[in-house]
Nanobody, 119 residues
Framework: QVQLVESGGGLVQAGGSLRLSCAASGSILGMNSMAWYRQYPGKERELVAAIVRRGQTNYASSVSGRFTIFRDNAKNTMYLQMNSLKPEDTAVYYC?????????????WGQGTQVTVSS
């Protein structure tokens, strides 16, 4: 079973940048997709950005143009580069990895990392 560990969260002023990392305990080559989600207090997790095995990406409209998702297969690590941060980006960010099975998918989650953007 793959374990995912996020890092890179913290406190930053509005307009600043952070880079989140998601390190996997095993190879990420087998992941059909990897993604970043975020969760506001009392809300459900929402998709921020995703990257599929072939490298295609998609972004939530609220972060498009400001955030970039990418992966380094050699390091078994996925990243989220966050620029021009806004107070509304404040949330707990979770890393997700998904592998296809004969029926359905297996989802793996990290423990989450807090991002706080001050105005």
């Amino acid at each position: 079973q793959v374990q995912l560990v996020e890092s890179g969260g913290g406190l930053v002023q509005a307009g600043g940048s952070l880079r989140l990392s998601c390190a996997a305990s095993g190879s990420i080559l087998g992941m059909n997709s990897m993604a970043w989600y975020r969760q506001y207090p009392g809300k459900e997790r929402e998709l921020v950005a995703a990257i599929v095995r072939r490298g295609q990406t998609n972004y939530a409209s609220s972060v498009s143009g400001r955030f970039t998702i990418f992966r380094d297969n050699a390091k078994n690590t996925m990243y989220l580069q966050m620029n021009s941060l806004k107070p509304e980006d404040t949330a707990v960010y979770y890393c997700n990895g998904r592998t296809a099975q004969a029926v359905g998918f297996d989802d793996y989650w990290g423990q989450g990392t807090q991002v706080t953007v001050s105005s």
